[in-house]
């Protein structure tokens, strides 16, 4: 219909609600996090990023504690109306299972449709996931990669996952933390306010 509002495809755009799950350790958020979330709200035509920041992740042990985490989330999402941290997660006892949080999340927002997205690289182990079988049926699993990365899956999974190339912003959490134990800057690494909150907490170093 004339004036409607549109899609990136151009079709006339639905009122259902495009949300997504970005989840991770988050430890700490850095600008490649927003870069890729940015770009993934622009190609999938996203209404809302939440940013879960795993409290408990069953495969790993965290640096920072969760509260501080999730503190820099909220700093490093406070300047995009299309990003919101989330403490779904936070307030969850026990493990920080993604299936879980997707359940939650369909519970909170039964009308929406919902995506789960992280890196390629996480999605290499999904078989061994906590129900990971369900996963598809919660939401659409998005793996965001950089053009001409190699990427390998149960085949059960490929054929549930879409596979999104964003721009290759070369940090890491784990860069970030190395320099901060080195002394170096992290300057035009990780947003400023998440760089000050750093400087006054000492986390890494």
């Given at each position: 219909?004339?004036?409607?509002?549109?899609?990136?495809?151009?079709?006339?755009?639905?009122?259902?609600?495009?949300?997504a799950i970005f989840g991770g350790s988050f430890?700490?958020?850095?600008?490649?996090?927003?870069?890729?979330?940015?770009?993934?709200?622009e190609k999938l035509d996203l209404d809302k990023v939440l940013f879960v920041t795993a409290a408990r992740p069953p495969h790993k042990t965290p640096v920072a504690p969760p509260e501080a985490r999730h503190e820099m989330v909220v700093?490093?999402?406070?300047?995009?109306?299309?990003?919101?941290?989330?403490?779904?997660?936070?307030?969850?006892?026990?493990?920080?299972?993604?299936?879980d949080t997707l359940r939650q999340a369909r519970r909170l927002y039964p009308q929406a449709e919902l995506f789960f997205i992280t890196?390629?690289?996480?999605?290499?182990?999904?078989?061994?996931?906590?129900?990971?079988?369900?996963?598809?049926?919660?939401?659409q699993l998005v793996a965001v990669t950089r053009p001409g990365y190699p990427f390998s899956i149960h085949p059960f999974f490929q054929a549930h996952?879409?596979?999104?190339?964003i721009l290759d912003y070369a940090v890491s959490s784990?860069?970030?933390?190395?320099?901060?134990?080195?002394?170096?800057?992290?300057?035009?690494?990780v947003p400023f306010e998440v760089e000050g909150y750093l400087a006054k907490h000492g986390f890494y170093r």
């Open positions: 219909m004339p004036g409607a509002e549109r899609n990136k495809e151009g079709h006339p755009r639905s009122d259902v609600l495009r949300i430890d700490p958020i850095h600008l490649g996090h927003l870069v890729a979330a940015s770009e993934a709200a700093l490093a999402t406070a300047h995009d109306p299309r990003f919101e941290a989330s403490r779904l997660e936070l307030d969850r006892p026990g493990f920080s299972y993604t299936v890196g390629a690289d996480a999605y290499r182990d999904m078989d061994g996931w906590h129900e990971a079988d369900a996963l598809p049926e919660l939401a996952i879409r596979l999104l190339d784990t860069m970030v933390r190395e320099r901060l134990r080195a002394g170096r800057s992290i300057r035009y690494l």
